[in-house]
């Protein structure tokens, strides 16, 4: 029988994959505080969700605790899933599934359009405005607040614009505070040669200082990673979950504060493209060896968690089927 050292010794990662994705999980758990309810998006968002959308509890459970969240933690910010909208349970016996609900859906979706499509469109130099002097001032911050989730800053104190927005997403949120006939939505163009001071508006009204720093420190954290993953042919598989799931979490929380905007606007060498090709890389590495270990640990009120619905390998380009 090994003793104590032995047994210790033997637990140590050998593989430079294995080491970094450690080194990946033991600094996420010592994150203080830990918030297990913007991870479990992630999990749901990026892996539960191509999958059907349901999850037996235990099974979220013990995959959960590799990244140092507890068990009464995991049923606490499921609990708040629900209570948001993101999530429905149901109890078959003494097991509680959760399933992802028709609005959770619709916020993934949305999600993923951006976190997994290329984030630079063609643009043809016009302007989305919205103008919000006509909509009640006890609405305002609120209708302002959901602009500038959807990448739109402000230009005046009730003028926001955004050079490409996600029309169908503005719609979509706007509609849910029943404000349109209350605000103008216009299309506008610069006149003249301003480019000077239209670039120093940009940066100053999106910070992108602030946010290429954020860009640049994920390219970071996740480069070493990228590199070993390079070089091992059958990574362990739930590390390689865990490591999924972390870039994922990451980049979204990069990117959500992303308003994507055309090229022609950002400054040379913008570091969100570098972390976007990065992520990408990274992922379709990792994709084979993570659905694996997903249709085996997870668990539905039907067995295993099926394999992944086929609109899943269209992610990033196009992803290999494992």
């Known amino acids: 029988m090994p003793n104590t050292a032995e047994k210790k010794s033997a637990s140590i990662p050998t593989d430079s994959f294995s080491r970094a994705a450690t080194k990946l ?10 918030r297990a309810g913007s991870l479990l998006i992630s999990v749901f968002g990026d892996a539960i969700t191509p ?21 009464r933690l995991v049923r606490t910010s499921v609990f708040r899933l629900v209570k948001d909208g993101w999530l429905e349970t149901t109890q078959i016996g003494r097991r509680s599934f959760y399933s992802v609900t ?48 959807l990448g739109f800053a402000p230009f005046s104190a009730n003028l926001l614009a955004h050079p490409a927005p996600d029309m169908s997403a503005v719609e979509s949120h706007l509609a849910r505070h029943a404000v349109n006939d209350k605000l103008l939505i216009m299309d506008a163009r610069v006149q003249g040669d301003r480019d000077d001071y239209l670039r120093k508006l940009v940066h100053d009204a999106w910070k992108l ?30 590390q390689a979950f865990q490591v999924r799931t972390l870039l994922i979490h990451e980049y979204r929380k990069v990117l959500l504060r992303d308003p994507l905007l055309p090229e022609a606007l950002l400054p040379a060498k913008w570091t969100g493209v570098s972390a976007y090709q990065l992520c990408r890389n990274l992922y379709e590495l990792i994709t084979g060896p993570t659905e694996r270990f997903l249709t085996k640990n997870m668990e539905t009120a039907e067995g295993l968690l099926p394999p992944a619905e086929p609109q899943y390998f269209q992610r990033f380009g196009g992803l290999a089927k494992p």
């Open 25 to 34: 999980l033991d600094d996420f758990r010592v994150q203080r505080p830990i």
């Open 51 to 71: 999958h059907g959308g349901t999850v037996w509890l235990g099974a979220l459970i013990r995959v959960l605790e590799g990244f140092g969240i507890n068990q």
């Open 102 to 149: 028709p609005e959770g859906r619709e916020r993934f979706e949305e999600a993923s359009r951006r976190i997994y499509t290329e984030p630079r469109p063609e643009w043809p130099g016009t302007w989305t405005t919205v103008l919000l002097s006509g909509v009640a001032a006890e609405h305002r911050d609120t209708v302002r607040k959901e602009l500038r989730w």
């Open 209 to 238: 200082d602030e946010l290429g720093a954020r860009y640049a420190e994920f390219s970071r954290r996740f480069r070493p990673i990228y590199r070993a993953a390079q070089r091992v042919s059958q990574p362990d598989t739930e």
